[in-house]
């Protein structure tokens, strides 16, 4: 596991975006296309560095067109222009936003207008995981402003190279897992029996952030007699009991990248059923683990996870995967799962994420981060206990 203690260096140098950028303007001429126009917070982001928290607010729309050749261009409101100038990209055309009337669509067909008389093929991401960050009646009203432009989906494109990860990204998405794994290491430290769910879920947050996070945006979680019933709640005022099976699972930030893995304990003591599917998990991870080797497919990390949950839970937990990727995003492409044939390549981020149901509406989720290597699979995270830690 990497050391928490030690931090990289934020930001990318200039060389990064513009390998990014090279990766895929020659996908774009396999395909013919002319340029990619993107709009979502982390596609603008990969190709430009452009990075802030204002993408919180729904207000403004932002585009990014990556052209066949050449360095990408920026058509943003003015609010964004100093920090879009510290990037390494040089044209940035602003306009005073927001202005309902016109947010960019008049510079967007300024820019896209002679594509559009050469019948030139471009692409934006319609696919899965992706959405339109601008209004639906800005879109039909550029599109019929631009009727010779052909407009493709390129999800596949962007995603793919999004899915492989540079040394850089990597370093950094090590970095917040050992933050994150260093920050659940203390847990059985701060939190006891009789104390608040929501005060379990506020330590936690202070002591992701002390250990050097820069933010904690995603903690969810759950304890109840014998065991939990969801995954996704927010917490409540319900103290810990002994005898409750407590899951905290948390998607910690450091300079723009993700952890995303979780972590079981058991208050006081641990029913059979509990600690049963507790080892039943683990070794389903391990199992995925030891499958996510380039060449495997996700269905086969999939399978192997599945055929070890078999032991307690035929119907795998019904959670619908069992583990995606990460980076950006707290989930990104691809998905673990019976669907998904997406060939595993070295320099994946990857979660291993199985899960199972057990008992009287009891369920379990395991969790790990790793990086698909030559040989095999390297964690990120700290291996979780082998059996269910107790906390007295």
């Known amino acids: 596991m990497p050391d928490p203690t030690t931090s990289p260096e934020r930001g990318f140098p200039d060389k990064e975006f513009s390998e990014r950028t090279a990766k895929a303007q020659a996908l774009m001429a396999a395909s013919d296309l002319a340029g990619l126009l993107l709009m979502s917070e982390q596609d603008l982001r990969y190709f430009t560095g452009f990075h802030t928290l204002f993408w919180q607010s729904p207000t403004r729309p932002w585009f990014v067109y990556v052209p066949a050749s050449g360095k990408p261009i920026a058509v943003i409101p003015e609010i964004g222009a100093e920090l879009m100038r510290r990037s390494w990209v040089e044209d940035i055309r602003t306009w005073s936003a927001p202005a309902p009337l016109d947010d960019g669509i008049s510079l967007l067909k300024d820019l896209l207008a002679p594509m559009s008389k050469e019948r030139a093929k471009i692409g934006v991401m319609k696919g899965h995981e992706t959405h339109l960050r601008m209004p639906l009646g800005d879109w039909e009203q550029l599109v019929s402003a631009l009727p010779g432009l052909d407009i493709v989906d390129v999800t596949a ?92 699972d948390t998607g910690c930030t450091w300079d723009g990248y993700f952890c995303d893995f979780d972590r079981n304990w058991a208050i006081s003591h641990a029913s059979e059923d509990a600690r049963r599917a507790y080892d039943v998990l683990w070794r389903a991870t391990q199992a995925g683990i030891e499958s996510a080797k380039p060449g495997n497919t996700c269905r086969d990390l999939f399978q192997a996870m599945s055929a070890v949950i078999s032991e307690m839970d035929s119907s795998g937990g019904d959670i619908g995967r069992l583990g995606h990727g990460l980076g950006m995003q707290l989930t990104e492409q691809p998905s673990h799962a019976a669907f998904d044939r997406t060939v595993l390549e070295e320099n994946m981020v990857l979660t291993i994420e199985p899960s199972l149901s057990y008992g009287d509406g009891h369920m379990m989720v395991h969790e790990e981060n790793i990086v698909v290597s030559a040989n095999g699979a390297t964690l990120l995270t700290e291996r979780a206990a082998l059996e269910l830690p107790i906390i007295t």
């Open 157 to 248: 494109l962007v995603q793919g190279l999004r899915m492989v990860k540079s040394p850089a990204e990597i370093e950094k998405l090590g970095h917040i897992c050992g933050i994150g794994s260093a920050t659940f290491a203390k847990v059985p430290e701060f939190i006891h029996s009789g104390m608040p769910l929501e005060d379990v879920f506020r330590e936690f947050r202070c002591a992701a952030i002390r250990g050097g996070a820069d933010d904690a945006p995603y903690l969810v979680g759950a304890a109840d007699q014998g065991g939990y019933a969801d995954v996704i709640s927010p917490p409540s005022r319900r103290p810990l009991r002994a005898g409750d099976v407590l899951m905290l």
